[in-house]
């Protein structure tokens, strides 16, 4: 399967702060999401994004499929920005399965 | 929300009780998924549905049974399970298989006592 690695770990912010989340996956994709997994387990739909860029007002995420890896921006933090960002690529056209990295988890202090 | 619910939300149960897990999505999708998500581990997949039809079952024990009567829901029933079964139990659906967006409920978390 898919090894995905999510990176930093852990990172914490200071409110208005900008950061970037990268993922590194080491296979050829045809499909990837981001999300962010709230406090209380809510997994919230970022971005479906196999390649190019996208941006949803304050975030904005890259994916260069040709050298498997993908990156999430969040600009001017707010402390609702803070939980675990996941990415989750998927492989193959009949494949079901998201995997899912480690996550970042961010905190973001007033 | 994301039009996918679940219930309950939080469920404890003995090693020798048999529960069930509900999930329903209100997209008109027509793939539905079971997630498990443990302590320090990443999301792992058990089971797909398409089109009511498992598609794949990600090595389960036989303790964890699905149950997909139409597009619209999902159950998982629970039967003799142990301690380290306690995680967050996570639904998703998408439009179909592969590369639709998946969308997910918001748990259910379960505790084996």
């Known amino acids: 399967g898919i090894q995905v690695e999510q990176s930093p770990p852990d990172l914490i912010l200071q409110e208005g702060a900008n950061s970037t989340l990268r993922c590194n996956f080491s296979?050829?994709?045809?499909?990837l999401q981001w999300f962010h997994q709230n406090p209380w387990g809510q997994l919230i739909n970022l971005f479906y994004?196999?390649?190019g860029t996208k941006q949803n007002g304050r975030l904005s995420a890259t994916t260069v499929a040709t050298e498997r890896y993908s990156l999430l921006y969040i600009s001017s933090s707010q402390t609702t920005d803070s939980g675990v960002y996941f990415c989750a690529p998927t492989k193959g056209a009949g494949s079901y399965q998201l995997t899912f990295g480690k996550g970042t988890k961010l905190s973001v202090i007033p | 929300e994301t039009g996918v619910t679940q219930t309950p939300r939080h469920l404890v149960m003995g090693m020798t009780n048999k529960k069930s897990l509900k999930c329903e999505q209100h997209l008109g999708h027509n793939a539905m998924y079971w997630y498990k998500q443990s302590a320090k581990k990443p999301l792992e997949l058990m089971f797909v549905y398409n089109f009511k039809e498992q598609t794949e079952n990600n090595s389960v024990p036989s303790r964890f049974s699905p149950e997909c009567p139409n597009s619209s829901h999902l159950f998982l029933h629970l039967h003799t399970l142990q301690p380290e079964d306690s995680a967050l139990y996570l639904c998703?659906?998408?439009?179909?298989?592969?590369?639709?967006?998946?969308?997910f409920g918001p748990g259910t978390r379960l505790t084996v006592t």
């Open positions: 994004i196999p390649s």
């Open positions: 296979d050829s994709v045809n499909n």
């Open positions: 998703a659906s998408s439009q179909a298989g592969g590369i639709y967006e998946q969308y």
